[in-house]
């Protein structure tokens, strides 16, 4: 691997061969867990200036309708966080002569406050070429990593690490994009509100006659031209750009008649908003509502409850593990293949081009004396290259066989195939691959491996039906029914479901105090933890549409499998599994811990203090706040930063609230601990009566019991306050 220093540069092609595709990785780390920062990318041209404001890319406009630049979103890692970036070069316009990374930190935070700020390049095949970290940005509040730029027909890579102390704004304004003043945006943003609303309730008239699907479409409008108008109003950021939609093809390759989808979150704009009288030409905007499924279902028009919808996805004649995961292959492919924001969602991240998908099923390769049939095959094309993966997929907890994969890896370089995928119950740990594979490094050819969980495609779908949208309301219905095929018993597709063999041993070891530190069945009950308290968060994620993830607090480039090690030690001491989830939205982070002594499971969250105040109105508040929670809530009070101050129910608090002060008027109270606690399951799976079942439905509880009855942090800015990049 290349290691960088500030204003070194290197060309891609010395350092691989791979290199059409490649994945930007900034990462940092946080001594509380709580540290974030955004990305962006700017595209320049030969003056050094963005061609639009669409050529600037970050969280409210995170895809190029032309698929060169894709930002993946957040990647725990174990020191923090991790963003990903997917750039096509083959695909990025012939008049862009660099490409700009860069991220920002907002509410006045600098990036002083963050450990091993460092940014990392792999090449399509998954393989890391270089690293570049970032020194001296200790005030800055923006930062530029780096840039790919080209030079004749190749790229190449320059570290910059120059810093900004005027935030996104400062950086993004340098380069060329336009801010306009906050005042103006809500007065626009207002104005764009109430015509767009307007009309689309005048749509929503004749959209009965028209059909469900397009008043679905028109309530989409509708709702979210209240919330752009909203956003503004309350002084938010209001960034805007108009990426150009990306024409549907039919299988075939030909134009199709459909109406055109763009990439998601593309905003798209009427044909016909010239031709209509009176209406000034509104600015497209990213903030726009597409296609998603109404939470309320329609009332039924079965007589009673024996009656069963038609599913296009039926699952009640699946037995085998043969049937399953052949039937869920297939949905799951021919889903990807129809609906495009699914389809590259999950691809994406693997390296593979936006372009036309097609899958397969049942397909025979050449593989010695035995052909091998792959459970599946993805191919994309793109400018007339092809991108292919194959796909190995389990279900209802089988486990990946390492010869299966070796094979496939193998067929895979032989054919110059990009990527073997596998999908299971399982999740994949960072630094503990599910399956070992041998690379034969004389080959020219790179062959990625990539591995996917059942959990993360429920989580894409749902995200994308309850939150996002897609183009239209088929695509949607076409979510809905793989979301239900999922989520049915039948189909074998319910995520990591087994704490492993070595839960029992370990439980009653820590029962009897005969388990000691090195045990290796600790290390795999940690293992299992690790994966449960991930798939936890994808769950809580795709019900809530905000990010989940979960808290790794470890020294800065502390080795994965370390970190474990240390933590199954901890276990064999104090029979306690512990995790912290960071859920976007909410004011502090929920801790889980899991004490297999007791047998008992604690959800709680810290809360902070407010700065102004005085104490015994801090707690009426909180109890007011608090008014729908269990009575069974335990609340502590935390002084000078440690546990330590009264501690009750609020069934007990809420006729007086005053006893959760001290009694020695000089303590300093800095916060509140809120906690429930619960038995756990005492099986290793998803049982009624397991623990993983037990873990969820804690999690999920607290969250909608408690949580949500808190105040939220301050909505985000862009860090000079000063105004909103203009579409």
């Known amino acids: 691997m290349h290691e960088m220093s500030k204003g070194s540069n290197v060309t891609l092609a010395a350092l691989s061969e791979n290199v059409g595709s490649v994945i930007v990785g900034l990462g940092w780390g946080s001594p509380t867990g709580e540290g974030d920062a955004d990305v962006s990318v700017l595209l320049l041209d030969a003056n050094g200036k963005v061609r639009s404001d669409s050529d600037f890319y970050f969280y409210n406009h995170p895809v190029a309708a032309d698929g060169s630049v894709q930002l993946l979103g957040k990647t725990p890692t174990a020191d923090g966080n991790e963003d990903r970036i997917s750039f096509d070069l083959t695909a990025v316009p012939s008049d862009v002569d ?51 730029y080209r030079r004749g027909e190749q790229w190449k890579f ?75 109003s309350e002084g938010r950021a209001v960034v805007t750009a108009t990426p150009a939609p990306v024409p549907v093809t039919t299988p075939a390759g030909e134009p199709g008649p459909r109406e055109a989808v763009e990439t998601v979150p593309a905003p798209r704009r009427p044909e016909d908003a010239a031709a209509r009288p009176g209406r000034a030409t509104a600015r497209p905007r990213t903030a726009k509502k597409k296609v998603t499924l109404p939470r309320a279902a329609r009332k039924t028009l079965a007589e009673n409850e024996s009656w069963r919808a038609a599913r296009l996805f039926p699952v009640s004649a699946l037995k085998s593990d043969r049937d399953r995961e052949t039937r869920a292959t297939s949905v799951l492919l021919s889903v990807m293949a129809q609906v495009p924001e699914f389809g590259r969602r999950l691809t994406a ?80 740990l960072e630094g503990s691959p599910l399956v070992d594979v041998r690379i034969d490094k004389r080959r020219k050819h790179k062959v990625a491996l990539r591995h996917l969980s059942w959990a993360e495609v429920a989580h894409q779908a749902q995200m994308l039906i309850r ?43 820590i029962d009897d105090e005969t388990l000691c530190q090195g045990d ?135 006729p007086e609230p005053a006893d959760m002060l001290p009694k ?34 804690a999690v999920h509880r607290f969250h909608r019991t408690v949580v949500v009855h808190l105040d939220s942090p301050a909505p985000r800015r862009v860090p000079s306050g000063q105004g909103a990049a203009r579409g």
């Open 98 to 148: 660099r490409v700009v990374v860069a991220a920002s930190r907002y509410d006045g935070a600098c990036f002083g406050e963050l450990d091993d700020v460092r940014l990392s390049l792999a090449d399509g095949a998954g393989e890391e070429l270089l690293r570049f970290a970032v020194q001296g940005a200790d005030s800055m509040s923006a930062i530029i990593f780096g840039e790919l």
């Open 158 to 232: 320059r570290a910059v690490g120059q810093g900004y102390d005027t935030g996104l704004a400062g950086l993004a304004t340098d380069f060329g994009v336009d801010i306009e003043d906050d005042a103006e945006a809500a007065e626009a943003a207002e104005a764009r509100g109430d015509a767009e609303e307007a009309e689309a309730q005048g749509n929503a008239g004749t959209a009965e006659a028209r059909g469900d699907a397009e008043a679905v479409e028109a309530r989409g409008d509708a709702g979210t031209a209240e919330a752009q108008g909203d956003a503004a």
């Open 349 to 428: 991240a693997f390296g593979a081009p936006a372009g036309r998908m097609e899958t397969f099923t049942e397909v025979t390769l050449p593989h010695g004396d035995s052909p091998r049939r792959p459970d599946g095959v993805i191919r994309v094309e793109r400018a007339g290259k092809l991108w292919t993966a194959l796909v190995e997929t389990k279900t209802n907890g089988n486990a990946l066989r390492a010869d299966q994969v070796q094979a496939y890896m193998d067929i895979a370089a032989r054919r110059g195939y990009e990527a073997v995928i596998t999908l299971s119950n399982d999740v994949e």
């Open 520 to 654: 290796p069945r600790a290390l795999e009950v940690v293992e299992n933890w690790e994966r449960l308290i991930r798939q936890v968060c994808l769950a809580l994620g795709g019900e809530l549409g905000q990010k989940a993830l979960p808290v790794q607090r470890s020294k800065r480039g502390a080795d994965p499998g370390a970190r474990r090690s240390g933590l199954a030690d901890r276990l064999c001491v104090d029979g306690r599994l512990q995790a912290e989830l960071r859920i976007e939205g909410t004011p502090g982070v929920l801790a889980i811990s899991a004490d297999l002594r007791t047998g008992r499971l604690r959800t709680s969250i810290d809360i902070p203090a407010p700065e102004q105040g005085h104490p015994l109105s801090w707690a009426k508040r909180l109890v007011r706040r608090l008014a729908e929670a269990p009575a069974d809530l335990h609340v502590e009070t935390l002084v000078d930063g440690e546990t330590g101050g009264p501690r009750s129910t609020l069934e007990r608090l809420r």
């Open 664 to 697: 020695d008027g000089d303590t300093r109270i800095t916060g509140f601990r809120l906690s429930l606690f619960k038995s756990m399951g005492s099986t290793r799976g998803t049982a009624q009566s397991g623990f993983i079942r037990s873990v969820d439905d």
């Open 467 to 509: 939150h996002e949208g897609v183009g239209n309301a088929a695509h949607a219905w076409l979510l809905q029914e793989l979301l239900h095929y999922l989520q049915h018993e039948n189909s074998g597709c319910h995520g990591f479901q087994n704490m492993g063999p070595a839960w029992v041993p370990v439980r009653n070891g």
